[in-house]
């Protein structure tokens, strides 16, 4: 019987496992990559500043109780706006839709949450959503956002991806050097709306608090 | 010619992966158990600063009871049935010793290290793959060490025909190679420019969509091929070895391995429900889910069928309750899933608390009860001494199993009543309830959930109890026993 010859055949049982576990991964997930999740037109990729947000949402997991995903069902879009849509996230790398709502939708919280209220809350959540089981991320108004890393991620999904980002996106020292005004320039402009003392100073002192980054990619969650 | 000899197996690699297990284990469950009580008690997230909060935590529980606890309990008991099925002692070659031991080291700092950098927040964001680039390509050298350690005992066995088990751990190796290659393909951005940034720092390789489906066709398997594979794999030596009975059917263990191998995968991107994922995808999930109750349930049925005729030993060994339990708990968490797979029940279900009470009374019930059985049936065999406490064994047994049923109740009510609110409507259509509001009502669901903590946890460490006791005062043995595991 065929099955009695495979199993003394560990090199052909391994094989033959191997063929069967692919069928899947081959017939469900490599089609996509040739059609789907294309951006939508005219879409623009995130700043540098936003990028350096955005790993700040991943450093401190935000994707652990907040989604970013809103399904096609009238009480979500009552709840959070219009459903997603694929191409919108054609250049998040990684996705970060989340699995569980602990929290809120985050997807659109840039229509409806302004950069004050996101100071306010981060500081003390139940404070402003009195009940809210959220804790302060108080650390993110002292340490300071990589801005450097996300310039390089920038510049790395432009050279491998073909991410539309300007000419001026190189991975040279100085190319970065002459970049960093633009992201501190968008940084100060948060900080402008913020009323905590030590993240201007530190702002103007051209650093940029990992809170001021956050608050850039919410407000660009839209 | 072969003497008739009993052979002499060397049990040096599996003891050092149970002690692995058992602290592992104990770390995993505890940071579980605190992040639990943190969702009933927020003040609890200021324990340790900004490496204290749920969100840093949360990883650090996921990734070491999966990579920490679960996979250290594979590894131990590879190298425990691997040499006995296969009919080789692993230390009939030196340089398979060397390369286990290698594979031991390089597993045991590598997973310390990757913990401590989950806690300084080095993440990429993808569940149960957080571990950044550095920590992946460590974990690919102890996969490929443990391959060849299992492709090489397998290239000098003396048993010709690979065992039902030596399946499953071959689909285990194989599987997770796979799936956790192509799903952490990504570019360290510091390498991809002239050294700007951080080091550690990588860019997937997917974007959006695509990267979704990639992650959950991962997130979904790394569960098959972690969490219930090899734990097929152990059920299939340690039940009819410690009952003394024979298979049920060797014609339903080649169904249900095969079907599994196929099915499994496909189910994938169930997970994406609702999403933006191509419709026939997610139909294809939910349809493949449910064709994967022929396979669970066929392991599962062979298992219990294998006690047919002697479901006393029930009554009087403790080993036995535990394993049947784990196939009875692996039943109900594999019709729970496909349940949870039909797209009008995903629509209440997904993001709710019943995901993780899915999650828990799999992985409680059935993962950590086979992997407890396993090491209280290696331990006599291993220490060549009697098990320290039958009395323990059974309280700790009906601890556990009420921390069980008090973890998934308790979530099925959470879940179901938070998805039926978030979609509740007045009677002109506005939506009742604000989200606070269906966080606030959670809190007496999540206070059972965090006490169900408490009481596994404290189970958990009875058993470890019981393990040094057994290799420290348990009764020394003059001959290793057959079947039934002597105890005390």
Redesign the interface.
Known sequence: MFFHWLEKNPFFFASAISIVISFAGLIEIVPNFAKAAQPLVDMKPRSVLELAGKNVYMKDNCNTCHSQMIRPFKSETDRYGDYSLSGEYAYDRPFLWGSKRTGPDLHRVGNYRTTDWHENHMLNPSEIVPGSIMPAYKHQFSNLADIETAYAEAVTVKNAFHTPYGDEFQGTRAAWEAHKPKVLADAAAIAADMKNQDVKDAVARGEVPEIVALIAYLNSLK | MQSNAALEYDYSLAKKFTFLTILFGILGMLVGTLIAA??AF?EL??LL??YG????L??IHTNTVVFGFTVSGVFATWFYVGQRVLKVSMAESKFLMFIGNLQFWLYFVGALLATISLFF???????YA?YEWPFDVVVVLVWVLWGVSM?GL??IRRE???YISV?YY??CF??IA?LYL?NNMS?P??F???G???VW?S?????????????W?YGHNAVAFAFTVPIIAMSYYFLPKESGQAIYSYKLS?LSF?GL??V???A??H?LL?????DW?QT??SA?SIVLILPSWGSAINMLLTMKGEWNQLTDNPLIKFMVLASTFYMLSTIEGPIQAIKSVN?IA????W??GHVHDGVLGWVVFMIMAAIFHMAPRMFKRELYSKKMMEQQFWLQTTAVVLYFTSMWIAGITQGMM????DEYG??MFS??DT??VLHPYYTIRAVAGVLYVTGFVMFAYNIYKTMTVGKVLSQEPQFRTPMA
């Open positions: 943190q969702m927020p997230n200021y600063g900004e909060t749920f969100s840093r949360r990883p927040g080095f993440s990429t964001a993808k569940e957080e492709m397998i290239g010709k025909a690979l399946w071959l689909a194989l599987g796979m192509f570019i951005t510091y991809a420019t002239e700007l940034g951080s720092h860019v997937s390789m997917y974007s959006g969509t695509n990267d979704a489906l990639v992650q066709w080649l095969w191998m196929f499994y995968l496909w994938g991107s997970h609702w999403s933006t994922v191509p995808m294809m999930g493949f629509a997904h993001f709710t608390d995901i993780p978030w979609r509740a409507v506005n939506l989200f606070i966080v606030t």
